[in-house]
């Protein structure tokens, strides 16, 4: 099947990296650690689940490791993150531990969920990262809540939503960001346009190809961005903080990325609606080799450094599958506990026969 | 027109009872009160009287033999008269109506056969098959007005009403049954309570756990030095002798004065407080127990309580014992102290909802004021009806008494 | 006591806890300038400024979502809709988000939002402006559904629902607002989940809700003047639901008839006559009966709608029914 790759209109062009501007080495050392780590972390995660350790639905993140690394690594401690359910990518470099989050894939107790929530619900509110969501678009609008209390306190947070281009005609986007440029809110959205809503390429779902576009109806702010390069996406993200931090403005910046998977592990790498050759191709600009050939241009690391660091993290992630196969599930009770506040400890026990 | 003589029932548990010896013959003449024969019932031997003047025809039964209650004895006519011996059961209803007071017996349905006919299921609300299984009313017998002949509350509750109609259907009727206990307590003031729900509740429950009274126990220690000392100076004072049990069945009609939660009885569906005190005594005979009462035993002084009770157990021990005498109790009092038993636990006497079971007074080493010192010890232990008496209610009276007994001063205060 | 309309009784709660606690605010279309489409906000904005009273795009789903993640965050949203019929718009954000954060997140993360509005019919506003969804939401475990039948319990429930730390779907009614009663002074909650005995009675149990408690009443008295004593339980909170104020008084009465405005299938109705029948079969003396809003889409012709809805004369046909009297 052919499909066809729309040349961007004119004046869109990604952004590039600033070399003037980069961190220190430690910092751009500490990137391709984090890129290694979401790798193999989901590339284990893919087996766990081949292997039925992990059940129901798990969205790998591989091939856009960039964005996640490069826009969290400009914001604070303190900002607030929403993700779509593509979101182990995102957890893992806000600093959910691959322990904690292998632990909840696998549905453990010790998981950052808890086990209630699973791969799309990976949460831990003490990292301000607010999950984990299931439904297309439908946590956009927390998002502008969220910076709606920022501003309501007259704080100098940030709140940046992730989603996928397949999310930008939704009802929810559209009421979302014109609500945030409306008022004027500290928000940045972050569309990760990897090309492909599950099966249908962007071009056969959207009238406007250009994501970035839509931001023109709210009067938004945007950039388009290399995905691929994590100094690139570092850069633009730090351009929308300062927006969002400093002047109230929110952003749209669609990141032009690409995922090497399947939509999800049911979905298969090529055939139904991309090719074999498009695939490979887009291997080529692999955000991990991408970065890595840049950091041994700068002489800041080599090949045996990257093998070393390579080996560090599969252990860890080894370290982390192990874990979390070992973890025991959560008690039966717990099937009650958190639908109330009031009953953390007993349950409605309402179930069963009745 | 003969007058059938019946085998009564003369005690309100009798079921049947042997005629010991006709005190008349055939062919005399008996006035309406003569004593025809002497019965033994299953408490005492009572006499049997002609309720009926005229000649007393034939005996139908023997001396010695037992009948149960409702069967015919002999026939009071005219002289000569032949009487079919067919008539004797079904005339009962007649004989035994003079002057007694009868209790109806299990309701009886109305003529009408249910709605619900024939291998049909049958169809009664909820609350109408709980109502009547409480009532112990047959359902097949009850005739419904809700939609297809459903069985409803008002089915119920109007059945359960029409008690009195006579029942052809029923072969020999029940015998007439003296209601428990009235006649012997008859002009003694009472209320009735109905019960709360609370009481229901509780009695419900309890019964199914416990058997048909659920019973609880309290015991107490009564020092009775004091008491001992106080019988011997009055004892000292002159005839009419005091024994201890004398001064507990005292002390204990003045507590039940004090605490008339326990001066009352079970009714199923009320309880009944009595606002008179009469306290039985166990006494006992031959080859059982009865209990002869001393009526308004809070108001008689210890050497009436002292004469009443030698009178009552040696006519006891005869057998001589008239119902008003055993029946009519609002308390009872066993002591088992003479065969020198430390304690024990007595059971009740329904419909009474208490009784106080007394062990011996002995010597023994206990602290007193402090001090190691030798007193005269009682040890009581009261059985109570829980569905009367709750804890607490039993606790206080059994305070109030211990200290009447360990001060017995306290008896004329 | 002050005697107070349905609405100023909302409007005395929405106040009282936002000058309580700085981190309540309400949010909906209408709210602010235009003084509330019902006027509840009345005088809000004036006295908290736009920040704390927002005017919204008409865009439910999205500000529904802006509520739930300010909430997330630790504020305490009102979010008004101004009828539950658009609020189908924001119901992914009710049910698939506020419903689910705490157990998603495994006790983490709570939403303590309201979302209110009127709900059910009103007059002949026809079929998609007069529909009660109370027992969808009361369907969802994670929130709790209040529908309070009086200006008393309006502002006693309404100022619990804000201090609720669950997210509360709280259901009003237009054909409430200018109803008037009496309503304490000063300072009052009243609990979430605890039924109320509007009138005592001995023969059967009227059990309803919102709208429908004032027709219980009027039926009641119609059917005082019969001889038929009526119990009246408005149930105020629809979930959690109040089992004990309900059984208390149909194990009294032994027969209940339920009342209420929605669709007949899985309706409230079908809840609170599962609770009777399982919890105290034997104190039923008849069948649990339901008068309930007629299973159509609602009219717009005044006499049709009227003949679809619950009233007196069809409660009352109900009660002889459950009394096995003649109708």
New interface residues.
């Given amino acids: 099947m052919k499909t066809t790759e729309r040349k961007p209109k004119a004046g869109s062009a990604p952004s590039v990296a600033v070399t003037a501007a980069q961190p220190d080495a430690e910092t751009q050392r500490s990137w391709l650690r984090q890129m290694l780590l979401i790798r193999r972390f989901e590339e284990k995660a893919g087996e766990a689940y081949s292997l039925g350790k992990i059940g129901g639905f798990c969205h790998l993140y591989i091939g856009q490791e960039a964005v996640a690394v490069g826009s969290l690594a400009a914001l604070r401690g303190d900002d607030?993150i929403?993700a779509s359910y593509r979101e182990h990518g995102h957890a893992l470099a806000r600093g959910i531990s691959a322990r904690a989050a292998m632990a909840e894939l696998f549905g453990k107790a010790a998981?950052?969920?808890?086990?209630?929530?699973g791969s799309m619900?990976l949460?831990?509110?003490?990292l301000g990262f607010?999950?984990?969501?299931?439904?297309v678009g439908?946590?956009?609008?927390?998002?502008?809540?969220?910076a709606?209390?920022?501003?309501?306190?007259e704080e100098d947070r940030v709140?940046v939503c992730y989603f996928g281009e397949a999310a930008v005609n939704n009802?929810?986007f559209?009421?979302?960001l014109?609500?945030a440029a409306?008022?004027k809110l500290p928000a940045i959205y972050i569309c990760e346009n990897n090309r492909y809503g599950m099966g249908t390429a962007l071009e056969r779902a959207s009238a406007v190809y250009d994501i970035s576009e839509r931001a023109g109806s709210y009067d938004m702010d945007r950039e388009i961005v290399d995905g691929q390069d994590v100094l690139v996406v570092y850069q633009a993200m730090q351009r929308a903080v300062k927006r969002a931090r400093e002047s109230k403005h929110p952003t749209l910046l669609e990141i032009r990325t690409y995922r090497f998977m399947g939509h999800s592990m049911s979905d298969p790498i090529h055939g139904h609606y991309r090719t074999r050759e498009e695939v490979e191709e887009h291997r080529k600009r692999d955000p991990i080799l991408v970065w890595s050939e840049k950091l041994k241009a700068d002489g800041l690391i080599d090949e045996r450094g990257i093998k070393a660091l390579d080996a560090d993290v599969i252990s860890e992630v080894e370290d982390a599958y192990r874990f979390a196969d070992a973890a025991p599930d959560p008690e039966p009770g717990e099937l009650w506990?958190?639908?109330?506040?009031?009953n953390?400890e007993q349950g409605?026990g309402n179930g069963g026969v009745? | 027109m003969a007058t059938t003589v019946v085998m009564e029932a003369l005690s309100p548990t009798m079921e049947e009872g042997r005629l010991v010896e006709w005190k008349k013959q055939p062919g005399d003449v008996v006035a309406v009160g003569d004593v025809l024969a002497e019965v033994e019932t299953d408490k005492a031997v009572m006499e049997l009287v002609a309720r009926a003047a005229g000649t007393l025809l034939a005996h139908a039964v023997a001396a010695g033999t037992t009948v149960p209650v409702g069967q015919a004895l002999a026939h009071i006519g005219a002289a000569g008269e032949v009487v079919a011996a067919g008539a004797a059961g079904a005339a009962g209803a007649a004989g035994a109506a003079n002057g007694r007071e009868t209790t109806p017996v299990a309701p009886v349905a109305v003529a009408a056969p249910p709605l619900q006919a024939a291998g049909g299921r049958l169809k009664a609300?909820?609350?109408?098959?709980?109502i009547a299984a409480d009532r112990g009313l047959d359902l097949q017998a009850v005739t419904g007005?809700?939609?297809e002949g459903r069985i409803?509350?008002?089915d119920v509750e109007t059945a359960g009403s029409r008690g009195t109609a006579p029942s052809a259907p029923l072969a020999a009727s029940r015998p007439h049954v003296l209601t428990p206990a009235e006649p012997a307590a008859a002009g003694s003031a009472y209320t009735d309570v109905p019960l709360t729900q609370i009481r229901k509740a509780i009695s419900k429950r309890l019964a199914q756990s416990i058997g048909p009274i659920p019973t609880f126990y309290l015991t107490a220690e009564a020092d009775m030095t004091r008491a001992a000392e106080a019988r011997e100076g009055l004892n000292a004072l002159g005839e009419g002798k005091v024994s201890f049990n004398d001064i507990v069945i005292k002390a204990t009609a003045l507590a039940l004065g004090q605490h008339p939660a326990c001066n009352a009885w079970w009714q199923e569906d009320r309880i009944r407080y009595w606002a008179d005190v009469h306290v039985a005594m166990a006494v006992a005979v031959e080859d059982g127990l009865i209990t002869p009462i001393i009526r308004h035993a809070d108001r008689k002084t210890l050497r009436e309580i002292g004469a009443e009770a030698k009178d009552l157990a040696l006519r006891a021990r005869e057998r001589k014992l008239k119902p008003e005498e055993y029946t009519g109790g609002t308390f009872s009092v066993s002591n088992l102290g003479m065969f020198d038993i430390d304690e024990f636990t007595a059971i009740i006497n329904p419909p009474e909802a208490g009784i106080l079971a007394v062990g011996r007074i002995g010597d023994q080493a206990v602290a007193y004021e402090g001090q190691l010192a030798i007193r005269k010890r009682l040890r009581l232990t009261m059985s109570c009806d829980h569905r009367v008496i709750d804890g607490a209610t039993g606790a206080q009276f059994l305070r109030t008494l211990v200290r009447m007994l360990e001060n017995p001063l306290g008896m004329v205060w | 006591m002050a005697v107070v309309t349905y609405r100023d009784a909302l409007n005395q709660a929405i106040r009282e806890e936002m000058r309580l606690d700085p981190s309540v605010?309400l949010m909906g279309e209408e709210v602010g300038v235009y003084q509330g489409a019902y006027k509840v906000s009345r005088g809000l904005l004036d006295e908290f400024g736009p920040?704390?009273v927002?005017d919204?795009?008409i865009?439910e789903?999205?500000?529904?979502?802006?509520?739930?993640?300010?909430?997330?965050?630790?504020?305490r949203?009102i979010v008004e809709f101004m009828t539950w019929n658009f609020a189908l718009l924001a119901i992914?954000?009710v049910v698939?988000?506020a419903a689910k954060?705490?157990?998603?997140?495994?006790?983490?993360?709570?939403v303590p939002a309201v979302f209110r509005g009127p709900g059910g019919s009103a007059l002949q506003l026809a079929a998609q402006h007069s529909q009660a969804f109370e027992s969808w939401y009361a369907h969802i475990?994670?929130l709790?559904v209040v529908m309070p039948a009086t200006p008393a319990d309006a502002k006693g429930l309404l100022k619990s629902a804000i201090r609720?730390?669950?997210p509360v779907v709280f259901i009003e009614g237009e054909m409430l607002y200018n109803t008037k009663g009496e309503v304490p002074e000063g300072e009052y909650l009243t609990p979430i989940g605890v039924a109320d005995v509007k009138r005592t009675g001995a023969d059967v149990t009227l059990i309803c809700h919102s709208k429908t408690v004032s027709v219980a009443l009027k039926a009641a008295e119609q059917l005082a003047a019969d001889g038929i004593d009526a119990e009246v339980v408005d149930l105020r909170t629809i979930r959690?639901l109040d089992h004990e104020t309900v059984l208390t008084s149909v194990s009294k009465t032994?027969r209940a008839v339920v009342v209420e405005e929605g669709w007949s299938f899985a309706g409230v109705g079908a809840q609170v006559v599962d609770v009777i029948q399982?919890e105290i079969?034997?104190?039923?003396?008849?069948p649990v009966l339901r008068v309930t809003g007629a299973d159509v889409p609602m009219p717009y012709n005044k006499h049709l709608e009227k003949a679809s809805k619950a009233d007196p004369p069809k409660v009352i046909a109900a009660v002889k029914r459950v009394m096995?009297l003649e109708p």
């Avoid at chain 3, 954060?101 to 709570?110: A, D, K, L, P, W």
């Fill in positions: 607030y929403t998981g950052c969920s808890h086990g209630k929530g619900h949460i831990d509110a003490s607010l999950g984990g969501h299931g439904i439908g946590h956009i609008p927390l998002t502008t809540g969220m709606f209390a920022i501003k309501y306190r709140a009802g929810a559209h009421e979302a014109n609500m409306l008022w506990t958190d639908v109330y506040a009031g953390r409605t009745s | 609300s909820p609350l109408a098959r709980r007005t809700g939609p409803v509350l008002r | 605010f920040m704390r927002v919204t795009p865009t789903l999205g500000f529904a979502g802006v509520g739930v993640g300010a909430a997330m965050v630790g504020l949203p992914d954000q698939n988000t954060m705490r157990y998603m997140s495994g006790g983490q993360i709570s475990p994670g709790k609720d730390e669950d959690p032994h399982r079969f034997d104190e039923l003396d008849s096995y």
